[in-house]
C-alpha cells in the first residue's frame, strides 16, 4: 500500500533513474513481506509448538507432510 500511496506519484511526477531504483526496491520488499505474511498464516501470536494446516504442508523439519 506503501508503494501505491507513496512512491507511484512521486516517479510519475519526476521520472529519473534514481526513482526507477527506489520504486522496483519498494516492490521487491513489498513481495518479501507478502512472503513472510503468507508463511504464517495458521499460527498463533505468540505461538509455541506445531503448525496448523488444513492440508498439505512442511513440516517444523522441512518434509513434506500430505494432507490426511
Known amino acids: ?6 512512491r507511484v506519484p512521486i516517479l510519475l511526477a519526476a521520472p529519473s533513474a534514481s526513482q526507477w531504483s ?3 526496491i519498494y516492490c521487491a520488499l513489498t513481495a518479501g513481506g507478502w512472503v ?6 495458521g499460527i ?3 505461538a509455541v509448538g506445531r503448525r496448523r ?8 523439519s522441512g518434509h513434506f507432510r500430505p494432507a490426511s
Open 1 to 6: 500500500m506503501f508503494t501505491l500511496l507513496v
Open 44 to 46: 498463533s501470536w505468540l
Open 53 to 60: 494446516c488444513g492440508g498439505a504442508c512442511l513440516t517444523a
Open 36 to 41: 513472510v505474511t503468507d508463511s504464517c498464516r
Open 22 to 24: 527506489e520504486f522496483v
